[in-house]
């Protein structure tokens, strides 16, 4: 383990997540805590713990399996739009299923993407962080084998950002039914709804998984 950390730098919290996750990963040798580790002791005011959550990492296994279960394993450039701190990437590219040439983590918020590469570090150069705004990318140009958006919540008008994307285009999409959540600016009641507002040409998995405080919608198509 390369993590270290200043005497008496953060509170007490943090210092036992740092011991915790470093024991963990000295004990089953995964990239994934290991990088965890390495967040927490580089971006201690990361909200690492919110990204990695149970309800976070049951919802992004869950859209692994099914990614599996329609695509395959085999990718060469997959973007994850609102990548945030690169928990999806860094799920992936620990996924033995997969076998993935690169994955590009987008985020319109500066502050993400030095965590994001701390996260996927031992990626190296087959992932990249990027701060861009989802609706200037030209998708055209950079052409990725997918693309995926589990925060459709989030826009405003789910298809129009969709009409960017050039036909043939395979993605990954999820939103939910969390309603009350002020930050979610356009949540589906259904996954009926959630179909019908993606328009997608082609559906290959349409599910939802119920959590405690709502259900979580994914669709996998093609645009």
């Known amino acids: 383990m390369d993590v270290t950390q200043p005497r008496n730098a953060g509170m007490d919290g943090h210092e036992q997540a740092l011991d915790l996750t470093r024991g963990i990963a000295a004990y089953v040798n995964h990239p994934l805590v290991a990088g965890l580790a390495r967040v927490i002791a580089k971006h201690p005011q990361a909200d690492i713990a919110n990204a990695f959550n149970h309800k976070q990492v049951a919802c992004k296994m869950w859209a692994l399996d099914k990614l599996f279960e329609s695509d395959g394993g085999r990718f060469g450039r997959i973007w994850v739009l609102g990548g945030w701190y690169g928990v999806l990437p860094a799920m992936l590219f620990n996924d033995a299923r997969f076998d993935i040439a690169a994955i590009d983590s987008i985020d319109i918020d500066p502050e993400v993407g030095p965590v994001a590469r701390t996260l996927n570090r031992e990626a190296g150069d087959r992932f990249r962080a990027l701060t861009e705004d989802m609706y200037a990318l030209d998708y055209a140009a950079g052409r990725p084998d997918l693309v995926v958006n ?27 039914d969390y309603f009350s959540e002020p930050t979610h600016i356009n949540c589906v009641a259904s996954l009926a709804a959630f179909e019908a507002m993606a328009a997608l040409r ?16 994914m669709l996998i198509g093609t645009v």
């Open 150 to 176: 589990t925060s459709c919540e989030h826009i405003a008008d789910l298809g129009a950002w969709l009409a960017l994307l050039p036909r043939g285009t395979n993605v990954l999409l999820q939103s939910n």
């Open 202 to 217: 082609e559906i290959r998995f349409s599910g939802e998984l119920p959590t405690k405080k709502y259900t979580r919608f």
